[in-house]
């Protein structure tokens, strides 16, 4: 099998990609204050490095966490030893009966190990559902069409003391999916080791979502920010609650 967020790039992830789950963390919590949830467990799917993971453990609430990189699980465990881990996919995974289920930071999109499509989502909206407890609720994010503008590619670097990532992004418009080339460099000794990955997203509109989760049972509720934290442009967040 494909090995995702493969060590360097789980590794250069976690040092200078985890501001979006820092970020998200403040409303997140607020969302399940707001929600009466409390306690109790919450399945974060897509956990990757821990960080909202860790979060929560801090807050009180016990944690599942899910990921399909061996890598980002190993940072995982190292930040909130307390928590569960499971190397999984998200979409195969079982689901524990729980008093919510995140999936934070694009999760959903990914083509790791499916088509993500309509079929998929529906499935996992329907386990979500039946694990959730009464007035159980489910937060997540998607990226949006519209990452690239243009017919042209975007490329762009991100540098920290030790590594260096470069990112070419191509989306075909027409079938809504989105390429991130990833060229990774990171500092061993006095050399750099390169890393290569292709990630794929198939993009999602609101509506593409909304009809799926209600049709599984949800009240659901779009919003553009986690409390104080807008959401990167072309994104949108689902607050979707077991009502039956």
Partial sequence: MKHWYADDLAYVHDAGFAGHAIKSAPGLLGILAQSGIHSGLVVDLGCGSGVWAAELIRAGYRVLGIDISEPMIRIARKRAPTAEFRISSLFNAGIPRCSAVTAIGECL??????????????????KIHRALEPGGIFVFDIAEPGQVQSEDKSKGFTEGKDWIVLVEKDEDHKRSVL????????KVGQNYRRLDEVHRQRLFNVRDITGPLRQAGFSVRTVRRFGSYSLPNRHAAFIARKVK
């Fill in 179 to 186: 390429t991130r080339r990833i060229v990774n460099l990171r």
């Fill in 109 to 126: 999109n990914y083509m790791f190990d499916s088509n993500a499509g309509s079929v998929v989502l529906e499935r996992l909206f329907k």
